[in-house]
């Protein structure tokens, strides 16, 4: 908390509901044999694949915010489990294409309709998936990932005294 406030700041709510969103999702997909950063690759690709797009692992990570090391590591287990296949990328052999396979595209499919009924509860309060109050907020978290962050300097005076 910062100074002077007499509630918990933006910062620590995001951390909050990011960690209980992680929870709950891990949760509810776990019964499939995924956890939460596995689910976040397989319905993004499940996502890109709808759209006729056969990313490759770096585009992955750019599309979840997730690292290219960390999308390698999840991409080997997933293959390992029969969801998805890795094949190099024909135009540049250094890269590698992901693509589901039928088995997870029908787990995928699971995952993703537990995830929504979960988004659905988290939503309520504000109206639900489609209320105008979702669609402002849905909004305004887009532009705050719109924000560059780095890391500041130790000794820069805007980070004295503050906290998360």
Not at 74 to 97: H, K, N
């Amino acid at each position: 908390m910062s100074k002077g406030s007499s509630g918990p700041t933006a910062g620590f709510l995001v951390w909050r509901l990011a960690n209980k969103w992680r929870v709950a999702v891990d949760r509810a997909v776990a019964p499939l044999g995924l956890t939460h950063a596995q689910y976040s690759v397989v319905a993004s690709l499940y996502g890109m694949q709808r759209t006729g797009e056969r990313p490759s692992q770096r585009r992955l990570a750019d599309h979840t915010g997730l690292e290219a090391l960390y999308v390698s590591k999840l991409a080997r287990a997933l293959e390992t489990a029969g969801l998805i296949e890795r094949t190099r990328d024909p135009r540049d052999p250094r890269a590698v294409q992901l693509a589901l396979t039928e088995q997870g595209r029908a787990v995928t499919r699971q995952a993703i309709a537990a995830v929504q009924a979960l988004l659905q509860q988290l939503l309520e309060p504000l109206g639900g998936l489609d209320a105008p109050r979702t669609r402002t907020f849905t909004d305004e978290l887009t532009i705050l990932l719109d924000v560059p962050l780095a890391p500041s300097a130790p000794n820069d005076e805007r980070t004295q005294g503050a906290t998360s």
